[in-house]
Antibody
Framework: QVTLKESGPVLVKSTETLTLTCTVS??????????VSWIRQPPGKALEWLAH???????SYNTSLKSRLTISKDTSKSQVILTMTNMDPVDAATYYC?????????????WGQGTQVTVSS | DIQMTQSPSSLSASVGDGVTITCRAS??????LNWYQQKPGTAPKLLIY???NLQSGVPSRFSGGGSGTHFTLTISSLQPEDFATYYC?????????FGQGTKVEI
């Protein structure tokens, strides 16, 4: 059974760095067919893709947020970590991690439940 | 970056109606187009991948079509559980991008 679960702070302050962890089970982060993305959704707004890490450790980032984002993984712990620096109230959102499956044309076939992040000014 | 544009942004329909949502890409993405359904307070769910392939467990009233830059999601006969927001997403290249969503309301 494939599961992903996000964890991290519920509240951060402006200018602080947000660190989120996605713990996966039911598949390996070293599986060449799988990768993990982070996606966020501000309240009442659309989904926004943030970053992706492939099994070979190749990384990709949202163009406009690239300077603030870092994605990494710890395969032994089955975890994918996202850091976002210099947080601002506009970054308040539900943050999801999702599995990307090359067998599904790189669609996101499994998602975590999401973790809501508030940013205080 | 590839821009994804959905239309309409919202639509009203009744149970039993057929509806079609359109997604356009700013450049050709071949068939690397996926559709998701999201209900309030829950994570998105993959409905269709590779433009026209139904994800396992998704009812056959959902269908997808298109290639290149123009894609459609059709629900043949709306059921009460289908009232939700639908997103398209391109997986042709990184950065990945989503459409702005289409809310299907009663």
């Amino acid at each position: 059974q494939v599961t992903l679960k996000e964890s991290g702070p519920v509240l951060v302050k402006s200018t602080e760095t947000l660190t989120l962890t996605c713990t996966v089970s039911g598949f390996s982060l070293s599986n060449a067919r799988m990768g993990v993305s982070w996606i966020r959704q501000p309240p009442g707004k659309a989904l926004e893709w943030l970053a992706h890490i492939f099994s070979n450790d190749e990384k990709s980032y949202n163009t406009s947020l690239k300077s603030r984002l870092t994605i990494s993984k710890d395969t032994s712990k089955s975890q994918v970590i996202l850091t976002m620096t210099n947080m601002d109230p506009v970054d308040a959102a539900t943050y999801y991690c999702a599995r990307c499956n090359s067998g599904a044309y790189y669609g996101f076939d499994y998602w975590g439940q999401g973790t809501q992040v508030t940013v205080s000014s | 970056d590839i821009q994804m544009t959905q239309s309409p942004s919202s639509l009203s329909a009744s149970v039993g109606d057929g509806v079609t949502i359109t997604c356009r890409a700013s450049q050709s993405i071949s068939s690397y187009l996926n559709w998701y359904q999201q209900k309030p307070g829950t994570a998105p769910k993959l409905l269709i991948y590779a433009a026209s392939n139904l994800q396992s467990g998704v009812p056959s009233r959902f269908s997808g079509g298109g290639s290149g830059t123009h894609f459609t999601l059709t629900i043949s006969s709306l059921q009460p559980e289908d009232f939700a927001t639908y997103y398209c997403q391109q997986s042709y290249t990184t950065p990945r991008t989503f459409g702005q969503g289409t809310k299907v309301e009663i």
